[in-house]
């Protein structure tokens, strides 16, 4: 099973909402990401996740809020988000942290209204 | 600064074989990845390159240059399905850094 999945795969929001964002592997990875990609755009890193540990937040405001309950699972918490944070969310993981290469899920298109 | 460099993109036959061109400039190099990304999809991995030399994998290689921080892909025996963007990625290797930084990628258009 080389498969990150991904919930739910569209997101609607109202800029006073909360909602979550969820990604699943079972690789046995360790290092699970999530990354944001605008349209036409790279993927860019928002945070990193190593043994369960963050490890990397790129400055990332604190109305996205990462979560990581075990090693298979990643959560993205929004709250008060704004409509330039519409984006495509992409959860990636890798063996390790390092040189490993990353595996993507399918992403979630989120629209904030 | 970081910096990664690639055409926007770039026009090709079906059967061809086409070169697509990265450069960078980063504080460290741990590593350039390769990621094929279609439309509203996910990047797939194509290929890893740490070492100087070419990389092949089926009708997809990569090369890499350290010295001159450059790096291509070619495909070859162009496919329709092969229409995507290509997106080159470096791993900043400074304090050990997980860090991914992406260029802004290649659209890659195969016409019959």
């Known amino acids: 099973d080389t498969e990150v999945t991904q919930t739910p795969k569209h997101l609607v929001m109202g800029m006073t909402n909360k909602k979550s964002l969820k990604c699943e592997q079972h690789m046995g990875h360790r290092a699970m990401y999530w990354y944001k990609q605008k349209a036409k755009k790279p993927p860019e890193l928002m945070f990193v996740?190593?043994?369960?540990?963050?490890?990397i937040n790129e400055s990332v405001p604190s109305r996205f809020s990462p979560e990581c309950p075990n090693s298979s699972l990643l959560n993205l918490h929004l709250h008060a988000l704004q409509p330039e944070d519409s984006a495509l969310y992409l959860c990636?993981?890798?063996?390790?942290?390092?040189?490993?290469?990353?595996?993507f899920g399918p992403g979630t298109r989120l629209t904030v209204t | 600064g970081q910096n990664i460099d690639q055409p926007t993109e770039m026009t090709a036959t079906e059967g061809a074989i086409v070169q697509i061109n990265c450069t960078y400039q980063?504080?460290?190099?741990?590593?350039l990845f390769w990621y094929q990304q279609h439309a509203g999809e996910a990047p797939t991995f194509l290929s890893y390159?740490?070492?100087?030399g070419l990389e092949e994998k089926g009708r997809f290689s990569s090369f890499l240059s350290r010295s001159k921080g450059y790096s291509y892909l070619l495909l070859k025996e162009l496919q329709m399905k092969d229409s995507a963007s290509y997106l080159c990625?470096?791993?900043?290797?400074?304090?050990?850094?997980?860090?991914?930084?992406f260029g802004s990628g290649t659209r890659l258009l195969v016409r019959p």
């Open positions: 990625a470096v791993r900043d290797g400074v304090d050990s850094s997980y860090k991914l930084i």
């Open positions: 390159n740490v070492l100087d």
């Open positions: 990636a993981s890798s063996q390790r942290a390092g040189v490993y290469e990353q595996y």
């Open positions: 996740y190593s043994y369960e540990k963050l490890s």
């Open positions: 980063t504080s460290g190099f741990n590593g």
